[in-house]
């Protein structure tokens, strides 16, 4: 498994017939639209300062900021003197009521996010926060917090000390990147990264109602990536998402980000090169390319790496500032959309500085695999206009919706194939600054995309945090 095969060539600019389309829409399908329906304020000021472009209560990359699980919403953040706070509301509801969670965060580093899951299996809500490369803090509530939100009181008591390990499991203490994902049955998985940018590690915990076990790492950081420009010897993989279908199968979308600068056309772009896609049927202990070749096991000597074949399904080189961690999605089938996103060669063959590059000329794209099984990818005519990420998800009818940076909002259909994007909300009266948090699991609850924004600001002047509700099609 060491020869490198582009899937993906075929892609690169590749506008989509909609007679490929997902296969499942009826022409009685609603197309996608958004109904603004009302905004709350979580915080009116919570922290500000501006990290890496970004800031640390609205990372998109955040799995879970905000979530919604039997008939309440939940949401994290950090107030303006550092506290980390957990609120919830009752789905629909305007007031949100709050917890403190006995940390204070400890870096201005917009990668310490908040992140939270929910072990269905004894209906605790677990927290991961504070971390770029080095400990992590790890609260958890009661047992049957979750499932019994009406009967038991929203306080302080519900939730235990901050831990420096996962109930004395230390993992690393090269920590980054916390995602909690929910398996099929009912337990709990936090997918994460060992070590440092451009050598660094994916790996998963799991816990079962009980004790949280290391599963172990599955993505290698070893290997030679050859460009047009130099080689580099390490680098990591950045995950766009990592998410169960609903039909048990596991997916994630990723970037390589190179060590060595040498594989650029210019020091001021950044290594990421090509969008990779791997999957799993076992609850992440194996892993396949999309041929269904196994290409890494978690915890075991083979993991997956930059010189397996099959894992590239859209190939492009570092001379793009290609963004890391943008977002994925599966559809109501269990077929798998991504957002990615860069500077197209339209508008030139040699980014020089990523922020600015991105924010001039950058464009994100849908990639996704149709009924067939082939890969499709379009272009989303929208400019970026930010460096930042954008956010997609899916509604009931396997609509496409990507949410800008700012809160804007396009849809493409799926009876259209999702070639049809447009702008469904231009973002006016946000004021939002940047990357938005989604809740990814209302849209099942109630038909309904929650979107937490923050609002622009400036130095360290705290600013406000809110959360805006939009209907879609019924």
């Not at 508008?347 to 794209?365: E, I």
């Not at 447009?422 to 995309?449: H, P, Q, T, Y």
């Amino acid at each position: 498994m060491k020869r490198r095969t582009l899937l993906g060539a075929a892609l690169a600019g590749a506008v989509v017939s909609p007679a490929l389309a997902s296969g499942t829409a009826r022409a009685a399908d609603p197309g996608p639209s958004v109904t603004k329906t009302g905004t709350t304020t979580l915080d009116s000021q919570a922290v500000f300062f501006v990290s890496y472009d970004g800031l640390v209560n609205n990372n998109s990359f955040q799995k879970n900021g905000l979530l919604t699980y039997k008939g309440y919403q939940y949401a994290v953040w950090y107030t303006a003197d550092k506290n980390a706070v957990v609120g919830r509301r009752v789905l629909g509801g305007s007031t949100w009521s709050t917890v403190k969670v006995g940390h204070t965060l400890k870096a201005s580093d917009s990668h310490n996010v908040i992140s939270m899951g929910v072990s269905k299996i004894d209906g605790r809500l677990h927290l991961n926060m504070d971390s770029h490369s080095d400990g992590f803090t790890y609260v958890k509530s009661v047992a049957g917090l979750m499932d019994n939100p009406s009967g038991l009181s929203w306080t302080a008591s519900r939730f235990g000390a901050p831990q420096s390990t996962l109930d004395g499991l230390a993992l690393t203490s090269q920590f980054t990147y916390p995602q909690f994902v929910s398996t099929p049955d009912g337990k709990l998985q936090l997918s994460y990264r060992v070590a440092i940018s451009g050598n660094g590690r994916n790996a998963l915990a799991e816990y079962d109602g009980s004790t949280w076990t290391n599963l172990g790492e599955w993505s290698s950081s070893t290997g030679t990536y050859t460009s047009e420009h130099g080689s580099s010897t390490a680098r990591n993989m950045y995950l766009h998402g990592i998410d169960y279908d609903v039909n048990g199968r596991l997916h994630s979308f990723f970037t390589w980000r190179e060590q060595n600068g040498a594989v650029m056309c210019s020091s001021g772009g950044i290594t990421n090169h090509d969008t990779g896609y791997v999957y799993s049927d076992d609850r992440g202990r194996t892993w396949r390319n999309n041929a269904g070749t196994v290409v890494g096991t978690t915890g075991g000597s083979d993991k997956v790496a930059v010189t397996d074949s099959g894992l590239v399904i859209d190939a492009l080189n570092p001379d793009h500032s290609l963004m890391n961690q943008e977002s994925q999605a599966t559809d109501s089938v269990g077929r798998p959309h991504a957002i990615i996103s860069y500077v197209p060669g339209r508008f030139g063959q040699c980014t020089t500085n990523y922020v600015s590059d991105r924010t001039a000329n950058g464009r994100a794209f849908h990639v996704r695999k149709n009924a067939s099984g082939t890969w499709q990818k379009t272009e989303i005519p929208v400019a970026l206009g930010s460096s930042q990420r954008t956010r997609l998800v899916l509604d009931k009818y396997d609509n496409a919706y990507a949410v800008f940076p700012f809160g804007r909002i396009a849809g493409a259909s799926a009876a259209s194939g999702h070639s049809d994007w447009k702008i469904l909300f231009d973002g006016s009266g946000l004021n939002a600054f940047g990357e938005v948090v989604i809740d990814e699991m209302r849209i099942k609850a109630d038909n309904v995309l929650s979107v937490m924004y923050q609002e622009k600001s400036s130095g360290t002047t705290p600013s406000a945090l809110h959360v805006v509700d939009f209907a879609l099609p019924a």
